[in-house]
C-alpha cells in the first residue's frame, strides 16, 4: 500500500476467522497510529518496515491509508477462504447453480442433517423400500458392531466430496463404479469369491501328482512335518471336501498372517529332498496368491457395501440442503470451483481479475487441493502478460501472490490438506513466473521467534534422517533451525513410555463396591502430568524466561481432541 497499491486491490486469505480478524486488528491498529506520529517517529517506523528511508509522498500516503482502508465497503479483504467463496456465490448465485439468498451451515446444524438423513434412510432400508441397500448394510452389520457403524457413517459424510466425485466421473452410475472398481482390483466381471475358490481347487491349476508325492515326504519327517503331509494327504484325496476343507490347507503352506512360512519343510529333509521341498514352495506361492485374491475381492465388496450406503447418504443429505436453500462449507468450496471451471461462467474471472492485484495466502501448506484450484484460477491472468493492465502500470506496480507456510506444521489433513501440495503448486507458480519472465523468490523461513534452541536442536536431531525428513518434508533438503531468542533457557524431557500392565485376574469373585483405579496408559500420563504440573507450582519453580515462579497460565498442554483424556483428582 505504500508502494501506491490500493488496499481495495488486495486479497488475503488466511485459515481461520480468529486469524482473519487478528491480522485485519493489527493492520487498522498500525495505519491507525501512523496518523498520530510525529514525524520523527513515522520516519522511524517507515524505515523499518520498508528496510529504507521513506521519501515524503510515502509519508503523506502512509497518513492517508486509515481514511482509504474505512472507505473500502466492508473493510480489507483479509478473509478465510470459505468466506471469500461464500461471498461470491452471494454475487454470482445463479452462474454457479445455486439458489440465491442461501443460508450457510454450522458444524451442529451439518450434523443434525446428516443424523436426520441417516434415519430417514434407515427407516427406508427397514420398510423394505430398497433391496441393494437392505443387501449392503445387512452386509456391514455382519462386520460392524452399532458404535463402529456410527463411526463409519460420521466418516464417509465427511468424504462426501470425494464420494461425489468419484460418482461424477463414473457416470453417476453405480454399476460403472462397480465395474471400474473391479477392473482397477484386477477382476474381470464374472469374477467372485465362489470362482476365486473353485479355481484355487482345481487340478488344472496344481500339479497334484508332484504334491502327493511331496506330501508322501512329509511323512518320513518331524511331527510338524507328519502333520502338514497328512492334511495335503487328506485334501489332495477328498476331491468332494477340497472346498471346504481349503482352509485348512492354506494353513499348511501359510502363518496366520497369510505369508508363506519361512520352511515348507524342516531343514534336514528338505536338503535329503530338495525337488519336494521346491514343490511344496511352489504351492505356498499358488495358495499366497489365492488367498491375496481373496482378500482383494473382500476388499472390492466391502468398499462397494460402504459406498452405496455413503452415496444414498450424501443423495439424501443433499436433498435436504435444496429443500432448505442451505450450503455446507464443502459446497462453498466445490461450488466456487466449479464455478471457476466453468467455460460459460470464465467473464467472472475476467470480473475478478480487475479487483485483484494482490494475492496474499496465510498457512497455505494447510490449503487443499479444492482450494489450490481457486487460488490458481484467480491468479491465472498475473502471469498473462499484461491482459487488463497496462505496460506502465505493470511496471509501476506488478502484480504478485505471496504463499507463507512450513510443510512441516501441517495439522488439518482432516480438513483433506496434503502438504505435498504446498510443494506442488510452489513448483507450478515458479514455471508460471518463469514463463512469463517474472521473479519468484523461495524464501526460507528457518527463523523461530517462539522456541528456544534447546527445543530446536531436537526437532532438528529428530528429523536429522533421510527417512525421518522426508516423511515431513517430501525433499532431502537439511531441517535446521535458528532462534530470535538467543540465549534464552530450555529444557526437553523424554519420559519412559507408559505400557498397559497385565492385571492379574482374581481367583474368587469379589463384590463391586470399592472403585478401581483406571490403569490405562493415558489416564496414568494424565495424571503423572498433573502431578509434574502440581509440584512445579507447590515448590514455586522459577520460570527463567519471566524471573518469576511458574504460574498455571504459563502451561501449554498440546493432546489430540480425539484422545483428551483428564486426571480425576
Avoid at 344 to 356: M, T, V
Wanted: overall charge negative; proline content about 4%.
Amino acid at each position: 500500500m505504500l508502494a501506491g497499491n490500493r488496499p481495495n486491490k488486495i486479497l488475503c486469505l488466511t485459515y481461520t476467522n480468529t486469524a482473519a480478524a487478528e491480522m485485519s486488528n493489527r493492520v487498522n491498529e498500525r495505519l491507525a497510529n501512523w496518523i498520530s506520529l510525529a514525524d520523527k517517529e513515522l520516519n522511524s517506523e517507515l524505515s523499518y518496515v520498508l528496510g529504507t528511508a521513506p521519501s515524503e509522498d510515502q509519508k503523506v500516503a502512509a497518513r492517508k491509508l486509515f481514511a482509504e482502508v474505512l472507505d473500502i465497503p466492508g473493510g480489507l479483504k483479509i478473509q478465510t477462504i470459505h468466506s471469500f467463496c461464500q461471498s461470491l456465490l452471494g454475487r454470482f448465485p445463479i452462474e454457479a447453480a445455486i439458489s440465491p439468498n442461501f443460508d450457510l451451515l454450522d458444524e451442529i446444524t451439518i450434523n443434525e442433517h446428516l443424523r436426520h438423513s441417516q434415519d430417514e434412510m434407515l427407516l427406508d432400508i427397514d420398510g423394505g423400500k430398497n433391496l441393494p441397500l437392505y443387501e449392503a448394510l445387512n452386509y456391514l452389520s455382519g462386520m460392524l458392531a452399532e458404535e463402529t457403524f456410527t463411526e463409519l457413517m460420521k466418516k464417509l459424510s465427511k468424504e462426501r466430496g470425494g464420494i461425489e466425485q468419484l460418482f461424477k466421473q463414473n457416470s453417476s452410475s453405480f454399476m460403472v463404479v462397480s465395474k471400474n472398481l473391479k477392473n482397477l482390483l484386477g477382476f474381470t466381471s464374472d469374477d467372485c469369491t465362489k470362482t476365486i475358490l473353485d479355481a484355487a481347487v482345481d487340478e488344472n491349476n496344481f500339479n497334484s501328482t508332484s504334491l502327493k508325492i511331496a506330501s508322501e515326504t512329509l511323512l518320513k519327517g518331524t511331527k510338524t512335518d507328519i502333520d502338514r503331509g497328512k492334511v495335503i494327504l487328506g485334501w489332495l484325496k477328498d476331491v468332494e471336501k477340497r472346498l471346504e476343507s481349503f482352509d485348512s490347507y492354506i494353513n499348511v503352506y501359510l502363518k496366520k498372517d497369510r505369508e508363506p512360512r519361512v520352511l515348507q519343510m524342516t531343514k534336514n529333509l528338505g536338503l535329503e529332498y530338495p525337488d519336494d521341498y521346491d514343490v511344496l514352495s511352489e504351492e505356498a506361492d499358488r495358495v499366497k496368491i489365492v488367498c491375496d485374491r481373496l482378500r482383494a475381492y473382500a476388499l472390492y465388496e466391502n468398499t462397494l457395501a460402504i459406498l452405496r450406503i455413503g452415496y444414498e447418504l450424501i443423495k439424501r443429505y443433499n436433498k435436504r440442503k435444496i429443500n432448505r436453500n442451505v450450503v455446507d462449507f464443502d459446497d462453498l468450496i466445490s461450488k466456487v470451483s466449479g464455478l471457476f471451471h466453468n467455460v460459460s461462467a470464465s467473464w467472472i474471472l475476467f470480473k475478478l481479475d480487475e479487483g485483484l492485484d494482490h494475492i496474499l495466502i496465510d498457512e497455505a501448506q494447510d490449503t487443499n487441493p479444492l482450494q489450490w484450484g481457486i487460488i490458481r484460477k484467480l491468479s491465472q491472468e498475473f502471469f498473462a502478460g499484461f491482459g487488463t493492465r497496462g505496460e506502465d502500470e505493470l511496471l509501476e506496480n506488478p502484480r504478485t501472490i505471496f504463499a507463507v507456510g512450513d510443510i512441516k506444521q501441517s495439522i488439518y489433513s482432516f480438513q483433506k490438506a496434503e502438504p505435498k501440495k504446498f510443494d506442488e503448486n510452489k513448483e507450478y507458480f515458479i514455471k508460471q513466473a518463469n514463463d512469463a519472465k517474472l521473479k519468484f523468490l523461495a524464501v526460507p523461513m528457518n527463523l523461530s521467534f517462539r522456541s528456544t534452541s534447546s527445543i530446536l536442536e531436537v526437532v532438528d536431531a529428530v528429523f536429522d534422517t533421510d527417512e525421518h525428513r522426508r516423511a515431513i518434508s517430501f525433499d532431502n533438503a537439511e531441517i535446521k533451525h535458528a532462534t530470535h531468542r538467543k540465549g534464552d533457557p530450555g529444557l526437553v524431557e523424554v519420559w519412559d513410555p507408559i505400557l498397559f500392565d497385565h492385571e492379574k485376574e482374581e481367583s474368587d469373585w469379589s463384590v463391586p463396591i470399592i472403585q478401581k483405579p483406571v490403569q490405562n496408559p493415558k489416564s496414568k500420563l494424565s495424571e503423572k502430568i498433573a502431578d509434574q504440573i502440581a509440584w512445579w507450582i507447590k515448590s514455586e519453580e522459577i520460570l527463567a524466561s519471566k524471573g518469576r515462579p511458574i504460574r498455571a497460565g504459563d502451561i501449554l498442554i498440546p493432546v489430540s481432541y480425539t484422545h483428551l483424556t483428564l486426571p480425576t483428582n
